[in-house]
């Protein structure tokens, strides 16, 4: 019985031994594992190393940047949140809000949907041309549309509009009666955004764009804005968008030796009488129109496509009432979201209200597009602007690939949104 005690002994020993080795080292062990990088949440503590430092400044540089009526939020690449200042706060987001019209478009519609317009002949030999709300329905566009056009008729008497597609008349909250581009009206077919670029030259006024002409209807719209050179919008008012767009097709048709005898005036077509002659199919896919309408921020593009969404996903003719519909029911039963306030969906009216964690779901939702946003470096980015309003959301890339997200709303007048940037991209590279 000698051996076993004595083997047993040993044992005990040693694992006496290894215990007390154990509980020596342990604080140690213990220290050096968490001496790896610094919680954002425990960024007050000190520490010794240089680039926590770093992060920590910027965090409290932060914190010196954002009031009551701002919001700053940053979440890592899986959505988890850094960083939240006042992230429930409801705010005027500005332009970031076409990040959530641009996912309700592609969701609705679908990555390769299409704008179509169509032409008509009706029995008295008038010509109808039935818009969708094409936001790109530009002079290259109706040039060419006119060309293939003549393949189907030479002459026609009366040109008639059909703009029924959007319910009239339009209103956007926050769209004024001025005459920049970014109170450009929306409608069911409109050409050039509406808008017209000019230029004085030897004491007249020509087009400033090569393949658009200056029509002479454009000419008192010009001299009321006593500019000698420049881009102004249309007015909703007395059809002039609708009139601007018809005799855009006029001019183009007459290129192509298309000849009318009557006149330009609005009508509705009726698909049981009329015939289709043409039904002309956009070159440019949704994922296309959304590029265009981040890049330049247009407030016209983001509501067409509000408009358009809306009659293609419940029922004609479209209205804003309807859009908005989308948007809350999109952010509720896709973003799990119902405490916002929208208007619109460009994010031009003061009465959108929302926060940065619901813009943070927005952004990880948006994510496989990303690169349809504007890019800076290793950011992509949108940004919204109003008069004491900036805004700024996208994600930043790190050395590892991976895509930090976040979301800066300031609605103190004199802030810097890009200041607050440049602090985030400290704590993430």
Not at 409 to 426: C, F, H, R, Y
């Amino acid at each position: 019985m000698s051996r076993p005690s004595k083997a047993f002994d040993i044992l005990r020993f040693q694992y006496r031994a290894a215990l007390l080795i154990f509980l020596w080292l342990f604080p140690f062990v213990l220290f050096f594992s968490l001496a790896g990088e610094v919680p954002l949440s425990l960024a007050g503590e000190k520490t010794d190393r240089p680039s926590d430092n770093k992060k920590r400044a910027a965090l409290e540089k932060i914190k010196a940047l954002v009031g009551p009526q701002d919001a700053v939020l940053l979440a890592d690449a899986s959505g988890h949140i850094l960083f939240a200042e006042n992230e429930h706060a409801l705010l005027v987001p500005a332009s970031i809000l076409k990040l959530l019209t641009s996912l309700v478009a592609i969701d609705s519609l679908g990555e390769d949907f299409r704008f179509k317009t169509e032409f008509f002949m009706d029995k008295q030999g008038n010509l109808k041309i039935k818009g969708y709300g094409d936001p790109l329905l530009i002079s290259e566009v109706i040039s060419g549309i006119s060309k293939t056009l003549s393949q189907h008729l030479q002459a026609f008497n009366d040109l008639i509009l059909d703009p029924l597609y959007f319910g009239e008349p339009l209103v956007i909250p926050g769209i004024t009666s001025s005459l920049e581009p970014y109170d450009s009206p929306n409608g069911a077919l409109c050409a050039n955004f509406n808008t017209v670029y000019f230029k004085k030259e030897k004491g007249r006024f020509i087009s400033a764009e090569s393949q658009t002409p200056l029509l002479p209807i454009i000419l008192p719209g010009i001299k009321r804005s006593g500019l000698n050179e420049g881009r102004i919008l249309l007015s909703s008012e007395n059809d002039e968008c609708l009139n601007y767009a018809g005799h855009l097709f006029l001019y183009y048709m007459n290129q192509n030796h298309i000849s009318s005898t009557g006149s330009i005036r609005t009508g509705k077509v009726d698909p049981s009488v009329d015939r289709l002659i043409l039904t002309h199919t956009s070159q440019y896919p949704l994922t296309f129109i959304l590029q265009q309408l981040l890049e330049y921020s247009s407030n016209f593009i983001a509501n067409q496509l509000l408009l358009a969404t809306s009659a293609k996903a419940l029922s004609e003719p479209a209205n804003l009432d309807k859009g908005v519909s989308l948007l809350k029911n999109y952010a509720l039963k896709e973003l799990g979201e119902k405490n916002i306030f929208l208007r619109e969906g460009s994010g031009i009216s003061r009465d959108n209200k929302i926060s940065t964690a619901f813009m943070l779901k927005v952004l990880n939702r948006f994510y496989p597009y990303r690169g349809l946003m504007r890019r800076e470096g290793n950011v992509y980015y949108k940004t919204g602007t109003l008069t004491g309003v900036r805004s700024r959301e996208g994600y930043i890339e790190n050395e590892k690939g991976e895509f930090f997200r976040f979301v800066i709303i300031l609605n103190t007048p004199g802030k810097s949104d890009k200041a607050v940037l440049n602090q985030l991209l400290e704590i993430v590279q």
